[in-house]
Nanobody, 126 residues
Framework: QVVLVESGGGSVQSGGSLRLSCAAS????????MAWFRQAPGNEREGVAF???????TNYADSVKGRFTISQDYTANMFLQMNNLKPEDTAMYYC????????????????????WGQGTRVTVSS
């Protein structure tokens, strides 16, 4: 069992920055990958950033490349540094954990991730 708790959301103006944190507790064997997903009202949940726990291999959605950075501290915490935020980044952000895919990579789809946090809201005003 893995329990995830997000923090760090808030309201900022366009161009601002926020740092989200995800505190994980429980079995590390269930956390081959960790990821940040987001969901805006009326939209499907989309993957934003992914990190392979064993070696810090990362992957990002095209919409956030160059602006967002996912990282971990090798204890039980994961982070999402979000710079140059845009109004279209407004959403509920969720931390997720799950196993590696059969090919050893992190999945980009939410269905593979079996542990989720409660979410933290990010609002970016223009």
């Amino acid at each position: 069992q893995v329990v995830l708790v997000e923090s760090g959301g808030g309201s900022v103006q366009s161009g601002g920055s926020l740092r989200l944190s995800c505190a994980a507790s429980g079995s590390t064997f269930s956390r081959g990958c960790m990821a940040w997903f987001r969901q805006a009202p009326g939209n499907e949940r989309e993957g934003v950033a992914f990190i392979r726990i064993a070696d810090d291999t990362t992957n990002y959605a095209d919409s956030v490349k160059g602006r967002f950075t996912i990282s971990q501290d090798y204890t039980a915490n994961m982070f999402l540094q979000m710079n140059n935020l845009k109004p279209e980044d407004t959403a509920m952000y969720y931390c997720a954990a799950g196993p590696l895919r059969y090919n050893g990579l992190c999945a980009l789809s939410s269905g593979v991730y079996n542990y989720w946090g409660q979410g933290t809201r990010v609002t970016v005003s223009s």
